[in-house]
């Protein structure tokens, strides 16, 4: 247990629709990291937070956005959902914005249908 | 820019060492990552090396850096079904504010009995 806490584990949903995934990072952790992993693309970072506050943007589409909360726990909301966009989601933290180990959690299997 | 490469498949007889590589392209790395990836699962960190490092050992993980010619391998000893997964390589780039790694495709390691 990498102590990175992702919900939900698995969600299906329509296109067109907004969903919300939920991270909570590993108590202590400031900097989370959303990652979206498909056959196609492999892993992509998507972004970074740090103590609340956006730190680096990867391949992240303009459909989706991210916070990280004062109790430091993150959401990425994904809308106007497409077929593509079904992945898994997986959230890491570490210690540190450039923190040398990263801790992935399960993750969230997105299906849309 | 940044790119990591790593073969498909490896397939090993249980009791073998397996070795798993990668090349990067990113002079500029700082640490490189070996994560691991089994069925339904998240991403569990196995085992990383600093740049200016050559060889780091952890039981039965040897990482070996050749960072002249960028290359990056894992090389598991006494090989057992249960190591079956996907591995992937990562590095992360100096410099940056940031700390969000770049992931190859996954290495995806078959081991028979």
């Known amino acids: 247990d990498s102590g990175v806490t992702q919900t939900p584990k698995h969600l299906i949903t329509a296109t067109g629709q907004r969903v919300t995934l939920r991270c909570s990072p590993r108590s202590g952790d400031l900097s989370v990291y959303w990652y979206q992993q498909s056959l196609d693309q492999g892993l992509q970072f998507l972004i970074q937070y740090y103590n609340g506050e956006e730190r680096a943007k990867g391949n992240i589409l303009e459909r989706f956005s991210a916070q990280q909360f004062p109790d430091l726990h993150s959401e990425l909301n994904l809308s106007s959902l497409e077929l593509g966009d079904s992945a898994l989601y997986f959230c890491?933290?570490?210690?540190?914005?450039?923190?040398?180990?990263?801790?992935f959690g399960q993750g969230t299997r997105l299906t849309v249908v | 820019g940044e790119d990591v490469e790593q073969s498909l498949f490896l397939s090993v007889r249980e009791g073998d060492s397996s070795v798993i590589n990668c090349t990067y392209t990113?002079?500029?790395?700082?640490?490189l990552y070996w994560y691991k990836q089994e069925p339904g699962a998240g991403l569990q960190l196995l085992t990383y090396?600093?740049?200016?490092?050559d060889m780091k050992q952890d039981q039965r993980l040897t990482v070996l850096l050749n960072k002249k010619d960028k290359h990056l391998s894992l090389r598991i000893a006494d090989t057992q079904t249960g190591d079956s997964a996907i591995y992937f390589c990562?590095?992360?780039?100096?410099?940056?504010?940031?700390?969000?790694?770049?992931f190859g495709k996954g290495t995806k390691l078959s081991v028979k009995p």
């Open positions: 990113d002079s500029s790395s700082t640490y």
């Open positions: 990562a590095e992360r780039v100096y410099g940056g504010s940031q700390g969000n790694l770049i």
């Open positions: 090396i600093f740049s200016n490092m």
């Open positions: 890491a933290s570490s210690v540190e914005s450039t923190g040398t180990e990263a801790f």
